[in-house]
């Protein structure tokens, strides 16, 4: 969700502030804006090239995935109050909220992928990960890898394993040189699909304690580890990898269908690299190995105390594949994406039409049912050491409601409930620094103080009449921006002289 706010002034005699449900009689009040989503590049673009793209598809005989076509769906009516909203209204001074609500895709929706990968890092360093230390490997693959793993997910948990296999052998043999013959490990594993490109780029960020947990759960520090032992675990998990792969095509190469090898089309056009845009990467970074296009990292470390920095380091691994700030687009009408680092040529940003910037986001969006965070070991739901691991999940006795109530009513016992995720108030806070449970128009301003008044959800609207009602009344456009058709090809005209 996104918040659109509706500064009103202090009305003590706003009782029937909506006399039905479809009418309001409390305009806003002159200079209120909302904030501008339909304006945005990655929406332009969309909005504008989506007809085009298909268009171009089926031309040449293939077809758009359903589960491209529901992200696409969703990213067009996320944030926009004309496909319905939420009304939060302070009691005391009757300041409203407007809150539109969002898609929940994870593919790439800016908005929400920001606030799932908040939702997942809260969730791991609060109730998953103990204080103890944490590095992070980030093992990538070839090409070839990458595609054969773009959307097979069993083969991604497959390879996945095989790169745990070989990490947490080489802890366990570590703590049994010490003399330690019970050492279990644990790892967080979020799978990314992109690269700082835009490109496709299948690889696993696995966050694993330094050091390994005994029978009664102690977690047992370990040392760190050289370059040495970075290239022989690299070593060891290509030859893993690679083994799997070479088992799987021989088997069901010929049980490929039709939409995979429009899938493995569009991820071909991804992933195949110019030489200006994927450099050779440095020989020299520490804790870093590159044999034969299979590379891994593994400097980044957290102290047992920086649990802020273990969240930050969670919520990178669990972020989307796009960030809105850095698209643009062009008084010609292309589009800009500014790159994290420059390219050795001096290159920052990468320019492209409509329709390629479509064709690069198709395959970053994951396939439905793939998980994309991974627990292995002692943080398995299934290892009988998690309940003794992992921290103690706070209980909530009375959870506040999210819709209004009667005064007159009595309030009831509530059962204690897990907090397994955040609320969506407590994310909007988190990702766009504003807390819509606390009534800003009940600061003081020059006279005595006065308490905050609570914010409530007073109503959430989602029947298209009733919507274009309200908005059509507050001044706010009702419609969604149309989206364009598709463009017929271009027609090549020859022309030929008397015989």
Known sequence: MEVIPAVHPPLPSRKDWHR???????????????????????????????????????????????????????????????HGFARVRCGACGHELLVPFSCKQRGICPSCTARRAEDTAAHLVDRVLPRAPYRQWVFTFPIAVRLALSRRPHLITAALRACLQVLFSWQRRRFRQRGVSAAACGAVTFVQRFGSALQLNVHFHVLVPDGAFDNDGVFAAAEAPDDDDVRDILMRAGRRVLALLKRFFDNDDERRREIDQVLQSLDAASATPTPALFPQPRRNTPLSAFIEGFSLHAATRVLASDRRGLQRLCAYGARGALALSRLSELPDGRFAYDMKRSLPDGRSRLVMTGVELLKKLVPLVPPTYANLTR?????????????????????????????????????????????????????????????????????????????????????????????????????????????????????????????
């Open 375 to 499: 627990f292995h070991g002692v943080f398995a739901p299934t290892s009988r050491l998690r309940a003794t691991v992992v921290p103690s999940s706070p209980v909530i006795e009375n959870p506040p409601s999210s819709l209004a109530t009667s005064s007159a009513s009595t309030p009831k016992a509530v059962a204690p409930r897990s907090t397994y995720r955040l609320d969506w108030a407590a994310l909007l806070k988190r990702v766009f620094a504003i807390d819509v449970m606390v009534c800003p128009a009940c600061t003081p301003s020059g006279g005595p103080m006065r308490p905050a008044g609570p914010m409530r959800v007073i109503a959430c609207l989602e029947e298209p009449a009733v919507v274009t009602a309200i908005l059509r009344h507050l001044g706010l456009p009702a419609e969604p921006l149309p989206i364009a058709r598709a463009q017929a090809p271009p027609v090549t005209l020859e022309l030929f002289g008397d015989p």
């Open 20 to 82: 039905s449900r479809a009418e309001a009689c409390a305009p806003l009040p002159v200079g209120y804006r909302p904030r501008d989503v339909e304006g945005s590049a990655l929406h332009l673009a969309v909005r504008r090239h989506r007809a085009g793209f298909v268009e171009e598809l089926r031309r040449s005989g293939r077809c758009i995935p359903r589960v491209v076509e529901r992200e696409f769906d969703g990213f067009l009516a996320c944030g926009v109050l004309a």
